[in-house]
């Protein structure tokens, strides 16, 4: 569950990033997050993730509020999250093992679990030959699949996912889609910011538009 | 939510269990640090091996100080006054006198070296036995040798002593031995206070010089650090390797230290010797003891330790959200 009551969050710079903003995702939801390029989608998710935190106003996510949530607790909280980033993120002196490993390493996994899940992980994906490769050797839409398995590798409560699918062709894009909906089968509430009007329409979710850091429209699924 | 699992618990949470992750949390902590150091291999040794001149030069001036002071010691135990007494005071007189000032609180005993004593002693070693034979009367004094009382024995109560004792009718006069073995240990006293300043700034040096060597290698791992950081790592996730760096760093620097202080022991031990035989004395250079090692050892590893906590914990608290 993650409910935001009024929340601002404006950077460093002055500039209001989200403003007023009043949302509620049930727990178990798979939701999508759409707005023009600079419309706060990116911003929303670094709130719930707590890479940074709101200027003003309330984030609750899975009964914390966020504000209390300081020190090591940040830590542990996010280990429920697992996290897609629409720049990769990657370690690239890394191999692509090593790197959907890293949410196991850190929460302190025994090697033979973390083989496991990983293997599992990269399997979903397709990319279990490529295990150990290094992420520069990899097409952006590889290394965009390798964001993924790490992001659910840990099998995280709530999965946040930053333009997912920027790089694949319409194909891929369709069948990581249907990967993220197998999560959310399993329980896992899943955020997606996207770009892809077209193809998240035909998925059937909710839709939170923004606009210029406020709340467009909240469009419940249209039964075709 | 999943609600199998209770939020932010990881693998496992029973006690053994979490000891386990405890010692692998450790042992990769400590493989990725030495995996780092080996991927730099010259520069880390230059880091160790500035630690290490800077951890020798304040432990070796301790060394050097630490055995002054105890050939100094050795010749303090044989400060002594030696009373010169009048030609005309014969032996029964000199024992008197010396039953006399036994009873003084700063005089701790009383010898008495009669002229015919001195002039034997002066004949056996001298070698000139037989040309003494010639002499028809003994030139030498009879001469009480004080050994005054070291514990109340102030330098202002040393000359005091002397003042009383040369004064004195039978006497001639009085001389306090060595008394610039006194002055030297009083310097050596403002020198062993100078050593603890060079240390605490030498120490001040080991800790900005691991916390900058330690800044460095955070910076080149930051991308890392914060990837970490946002699948839950926590502090002492990121900090543990760094922490077994600095410890390397310290105790590596030590080690360097140790031998450098060796090496000194070593080539200063020839010219001790002779010195020794010159003056007749069974000194032997001391290097450091076992619990000087220790010490060594235990402030080399605790300054790694500490400049690199202090380095990692301040990117760290830079890092947190605001
Ligand atoms: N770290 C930052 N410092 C200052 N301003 C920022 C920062 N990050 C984002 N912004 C600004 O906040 C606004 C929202 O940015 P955000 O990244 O959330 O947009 P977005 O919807 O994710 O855009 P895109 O679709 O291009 O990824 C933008 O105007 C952006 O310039
Ligand atoms: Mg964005």
């Given at each position: 569950?993650?409910?935001?009551t ?16 009043n ?19 990116t ?14 106003g ?10 209390r ?29 090593d790197n959907?490993?890293l ?14 899940r990983v ?12 295990e150990k490769?290094y ?11 390798v ?5 659910v ?29 197998q ?29 210029a850091?406020?709340?467009l429209?909240?469009n ?5 | ?8 618990t990881g ?5 053994g269990?979490?000891?386990?992750v405890?010692?692998?949390q ?10 780092q ?26 060394l ?23 030609p ?6 000199a024992?008197q ?16 070296i ?6 034997n ?13 010639a ?6 004094p ?24 040369s ?16 002055r ?8 062993k ?13 080991v ?53 450098l ?20 004395s069974?000194?032997?250079i ?5 619990k000087?090692?220790?010490a060594l050892?235990g402030?080399g590893?605790?300054?790694?330790l ?8 301040r ?8």
């Amino acid at each position: 569950m993650i409910q935001f009551t009024d929340v601002y969050k404006r950077y460093a710079s002055g500039k209001d990033a989200l403003k007023k903003l009043n949302l509620f995702v049930e727990q178990g939801a798979m939701v999508f997050i759409t707005g023009r390029s600079g419309a706060g989608k990116t911003t929303l998710l670094r709130l719930i993730a707590l890479i940074e935190r709101q200027t003003r106003g309330q984030i609750i996510v899975n009964s914390q509020n966020l504000e209390r949530v300081k020190g090591n607790r940040i830590s542990l909280f996010r280990r429920n999250l697992g996290f897609m980033f629409q720049d990769h993120r990657l370690l690239n002196d890394r191999t692509v093992f090593d790197n959907v490993a890293l949410p196991m390493v850190v929460a302190g996994y025994s090697y033979q679990e973390i083989r496991k899940r990983v293997h599992a992980s990269l399997d979903k994906v397709g990319l279990l030959s490529l295990e150990k490769s290094y992420p520069l050797a990899l097409s952006g839409g590889e290394q965009q699949r390798v964001g993924i398995a790490r992001a659910v590798v840990h099998r995280p409560a709530l999965l946040l996912a930053d333009e997912p699918t920027g790089n694949l062709d319409p194909a891929l894009s369709w069948e990581s889609m249907k990967l993220f909906e197998q999560f959310n089968q399993v329980g896992v509430t899943v955020l997606i910011a996207s770009h892809d009007l077209e193809m998240i329409r035909r998925l059937r979710k909710p839709i939170i538009t923004l606009k210029a850091g406020q709340l467009l429209t909240k469009n419940l699924p249209v039964e075709p | 939510m999943n609600v199998k699992r209770k939020p932010g618990t990881g693998p496992n949470n029973s006690l053994g269990r979490k000891f386990q992750v405890w010692i692998a949390q450790h042992a990769r902590a400590m493989l990725v640090s030495t995996g780092q150091l080996s991927k730099n291999p010259i520069g880390n040794i230059f880091s160790i091996a500035v630690i290490g001149i800077t951890l020798a030069l304040p432990a070796g001036l301790h060394l050097i100080i630490n055995n002054a002071t105890q050939i100094l010691e050795n010749w303090e135990g044989n400060v002594q006054v030696a009373i010169y007494l009048k030609p005309h005071v014969d032996e029964a007189q000199a024992r008197q006198l010396s039953q006399n000032l036994q009873a003084d609180s700063v005089i701790e005993n009383i010898t008495l070296i009669t002229k015919e004593q001195a002039l034997n002693e002066y004949k056996t070693l001298s070698g000139f036995a037989e040309a003494l034979e010639a002499l028809e009367e003994n030139p030498l004094p009879n001469v009480l040798i004080i050994r005054p009382n070291i514990n109340s024995l102030s330098s202002v109560a040393g000359s005091e002593l002397i003042h009383r004792l040369s004064n004195m009718e039978e006497v001639e006069s009085a001389q306090l031995d060595h008394q610039w073995v006194n002055r030297l240990i009083a310097i050596l006293d403002i020198l062993k206070r100078g050593v603890i300043i060079l240390t605490t700034l030498f120490s001040i040096a080991v800790l900005l010089i691991v916390g900058n060597t330690m800044r460095l290698s955070i910076f080149n791992k930051r991308t890392e650090i914060e990837i970490d950081k946002l699948f839950g790592a926590t502090n002492s996730f990121i900090q543990r390797p760094f922490l077994y760096t600095g410890l390397i760093y310290g105790a590596g620097g030590s080690l360097v230290a140790w031998c450098l202080l060796l090496l000194l022991t070593f080539i200063i031990q020839d010219p001790v010797n002779q010195l020794s035989i010159l003056y007749g004395s069974d000194f032997a250079i001391n290097g450091l003891n076992a619990k000087e090692v220790f010490a060594l050892f235990g402030i080399g590893s605790g300054l790694g330790l500490l400049g690199s906590w202090i380095a990692v914990g301040r990117h760290l608290s830079a890092t947190e959200p605001t």
